[in-house]
């Protein structure tokens, strides 16, 4: 409910999106500096920091699960995976919404920018993992606090690097939210056998 109303806000041109948007780029400018002439911007350090901390988050899941002898479970985040592409394709399509324009009054990247496939993929593997592990143990508490920090950080990156605005972002996280539920569920009905192998 959360994804359809948020598209549909976003896809009407809301006026209320468009100062969250504002407001979320002045923040980061104040915080971070202008994008204008430094290392952030379109294919600048910045929009690869956080492509490289997405993958690093995939494959530290996907090696955790292989560790532990869940390789259906990585089956299911690799499925997970695929279906939140499709469903941002399709949204993407669906909304329209054009890049964001960068700061130096360039034009924008060509494609659209709703919602942010980076932030999608970054929310679903942190949910499989946090199913995988032991809850309220000290190994559960870190990764929660780590992944967090992970995910935000390549919302950040996504911002500055003129690739997404702040609701596409949003819209990323609830994407990742609505197909990390389902997949982080297949996954954790999958029990162990008494070798520790995953049982089908």
Same mark, same amino acid.
């Given at each position: 409910?959360?994804?359809?109303?948020?598209?549909?806000?976003?896809?009407?041109?809301?006026?209320?999106?468009?100062?969250?948007?504002?407001?979320?780029?002045?923040?980061?400018?104040?915080?971070?500096?202008?994008?204008?002439?430094?290392?952030?911007?379109?294919?600048?350090?910045?929009?690869?920091?956080?492509?490289?901390?997405?993958?690093?988050?995939?494959?530290?899941? +996907?090696?955790?699960?292989?560790?532990?002898?869940?390789?259906?479970?990585?089956?299911?985040?690799?499925?997970?995976?695929?279906?939140?592409?499709?469903?941002?394709?399709?949204?993407?399509? +669906?909304?329209?919404?054009?890049?964001?324009?960068?700061?130096?009054?360039?034009?924008?990247?060509?494609?659209?920018?709703?919602?942010?496939?980076?932030?999608?993929?970054?929310?679903?593997?942190?949910?499989?993992?946090?199913?995988?592990?032991?809850?309220?143990?000290?190994?559960?508490?870190?990764?929660?606090?780590?992944?967090?920090?992970?995910?935000?950080?390549?919302?950040?990156?996504?911002?500055?690097?003129?690739?997404?605005?702040?609701?596409?972002?949003?819209?990323?996280?609830?994407?990742?939210?609505?197909?990390?539920?389902?997949?982080?569920?297949?996954?954790?009905?999958?029990? +162990?056998?008494?070798?520790?192998?995953?049982?089908?």
């Amino acid at each position: 409910m959360a994804l359809v109303t948020l598209t549909a806000l976003v896809g009407s041109g809301s006026d209320a999106v468009s100062a969250f948007d504002g407001n979320a780029r002045v923040f980061a400018d104040r915080v971070f500096g202008t994008s204008a002439g430094s290392w952030l911007g379109a294919d600048g350090p910045a929009d690869t920091v956080g492509s490289a901390l997405l993958g690093a988050g995939m494959l530290t899941v +996907l090696g955790v699960l292989l560790r532990r002898c869940r390789p259906g479970a990585a089956m299911w985040v690799l499925a997970g995976l695929t279906v939140q592409f499709a469903a941002e394709t399709a949204l993407e399509a +669906l909304v329209g919404r054009p890049m964001p324009p960068p700061v130096d009054g360039t034009l924008p990247a060509p494609g659209y920018s709703f919602p942010s496939g980076h932030m999608a993929s970054a929310t679903l593997i942190l949910m499989v993992l946090l199913v995988v592990l032991r809850t309220s143990t000290p190994v559960w508490w870190l990764c929660v606090g780590l992944g967090s920090t992970l995910v935000a950080a390549v919302g950040v990156s996504r911002v500055l690097a003129d690739a997404h605005h702040a609701a596409d972002v949003v819209g990323g996280v609830v994407l990742g939210l609505v197909v990390g539920f389902a997949g982080a569920w297949r996954v954790d009905v999958r029990s +162990l056998d008494i070798s520790g192998k995953e049982t089908w």
